[in-house]
């Protein structure tokens, strides 16, 4: 990836933004849509509408649309030491949080940086050994005395995990791959759009991990002709894993979905996004996702239903703080969906 495409995507990755507090990526999403959109429109539930019209006399309208949160927390509790008990927003697995620094997002505006104890092995009795933890379990310390604590943070502050964007051979790895490479997508796929007929909706939305709020209402505000998401799906091309079990690989290509546990794709756009694939010589894989949802969920099924489809980035120990992507893979998404909307108004959506 060149190297301004990269700072983005780390500036994307690295900033806070847990489901209902994704201010920093609403700022981020603006500053670089106004130079590419028509008209930039904002709702109710904070998702960001990035408008650019199309040349074609009454034109379809297309809605693309990748999430802006990340899986988070808020603080729950402040106990008499000054630990905090946290609320999760989206799902964990609790073994990947232990030993993990947070950022708490202060009312204040400064972030406090703080760490995800638990009692060491040492003094864990044979039962506790054996435990998996719990998200009960856990709790923050922010090395700060309980007056100091009370006097900066309060209950409901957002909390993200924090970690730096590093490359790691071939790929890179960060918190909030899922689903910042959208955010990165739609901008770039703006940046690079060439001739189109129909209308693009590019909306950065609010609150997927919680149940695919954002998408839902901005689709019932624009009423759609096609939707189109965006996100990261599993890459389980791992030695624990068996081949059948992979969903998708790294190197492989985009992905197209075909299903996840949220919908069905409308089976004509599987086969239009396969043939511009196929076309362009762009790499892809096709995609069935057992369990997990994206944003095409909630599109597809709001006013009057809107035919829609996922495009994948295929990604490694989705949400941890090691999301792993391969950038090629990355590239061939917003490749494909360019060609997409080039092509669109010419997509056979009828059954
Ligand atoms: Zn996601």
New binding site residues.
């Given amino acids: 990836m060149e190297e301004k495409s990269l700072q983005l995507l780390k500036r994307l990755c690295e900033a806070s933004g847990p489901p209902g507090f994704e201010d920093r990526i609403r700022d981020i999403y603006r500053e670089k849509m106004i130079p590419l959109a028509d008209e930039i429109e904002s709702d109710g539930i904070g998702n960001i509408i990035a408008i650019k019209k199309g040349k074609g006399s009454n034109p379809l309208k297309v809605m693309l649309a990748g999430?802006m949160d990340e899986i988070g927390f808020v603080v729950k509790y402040i106990d008499d030491k000054g630990f905090l008990r946290l609320q999760h927003l989206g799902g964990f697995d609790p073994k990947t949080l232990i030993a993990k620094r947070v950022r708490v997002m202060t009312r204040g505006g400064d972030d406090l940086i703080g760490v995800i104890g638990s009692k060491p092995i040492h003094i864990m009795n044979a039962e506790e050994r054996k435990r998996l933890p719990e998200l009960d379990d856990l709790f923050v310390d922010l090395g700060l005395s309980r007056e100091h604590v009370r006097e900066h943070v309060r209950v409901g502050d957002p909390v993200t995990l924090a970690q730096d964007f590093v490359q790691i051979g071939d790929f890179y790895s960060c918190k909030a791959m899922?689903?910042r490479v959208?955010i990165y997508t739609l901008i770039e796929t703006m940046r690079r759009l060439g001739h189109h007929d129909v209308d693009v909706y590019a909306v950065a939305t609010s609150q997927?991990?919680v149940g695919l709020r954002g998408a839902m209402t901005a689709a019932s505000r624009i009423k759609p002709d096609i939707g189109v998401a965006i996100?990261?799906t599993l890459a389980c091309d791992l030695p624990s894993a068996k081949p059948e079990e992979y969903v998708t690989t790294l190197r492989g290509g985009t992905g197209i979905k075909i299903l996840d546990s949220s919908f069905i794709a409308a089976p004509k756009l599987v086969d239009a996004f396969r043939d511009l694939a196929e076309r362009h010589e762009i790499p892809y894989q096709m995609e069935i996702l057992p369990r997990?949802g994206?944003?095409a969920g909630g599109i597809q099924r709001a006013g009057e239903a809107v035919p829609s489809i996922t495009l994948s980035v295929p990604t490694r120990y989705?949400h941890s703080v090691v999301e792993t992507i391969y950038g090629p893979d990355l590239e061939a998404t917003v490749e494909l969906l360019v060609r997409f909307i080039e092509t669109a108004h010419r997509v056979n959506l009828s059954y």
């Fill in positions: 999430h899922d689903n959208s997927e991990e996100d990261v997990g994206t944003d989705v």
